[in-house]
């Protein structure tokens, strides 16, 4: 069974950085896609970043050059590097794996940036 484990999230000023980590867990194909995607309340759930296990990336306009996606694939893990955050990215941040026809999500992680 595939577990994902999202540690990082928190309280920070505006401007200020976090990373997001996310452990998977589990049978994991070797071909995949991994991110992050963040909800607030009210509204649908909308890609963050994405990383695929080929190495190719890609990101919200809204967090583009404020944002880094990385991927450790030998420890399985997913990093968000978030700086110069914004009020605005105050969010749920959740983890997903998509790999073959499937999906999973983590337990998500708050993020709030104060102004």
């Known amino acids: 069974q595939v577990q994902l484990v999202e540690s990082g999230g928190g309280l920070v000023q505006a401007g200020g950085s976090l990373r997001l980590s996310c452990a998977a867990s589990g049978s994991i194909s070797a071909i995949n896609a991994m991110g992050w995607y963040r909800q607030v309340p009210g509204k649908q759930r909308e890609l963050v970043a994405r990383?695929?296990?080929?190495?190719?990336?890609n990101y919200a306009d809204s967090v583009k050059g404020r944002f880094t996606i990385s991927r450790d694939n030998a420890k399985k893990t997913v990093y968000l590097q978030m700086n110069n955050l914004k009020p605005e990215d105050t969010a749920v941040y959740y983890c997903?794996?998509?790999?073959?026809?499937?999906?999973?999500w983590g337990q998500g992680t708050q993020v709030t940036v104060s102004s």
């Open positions: 997903n794996l998509h790999m073959s026809f499937d999906d999973y």
């Open positions: 990383s695929s296990s080929v190495g190719t990336t």
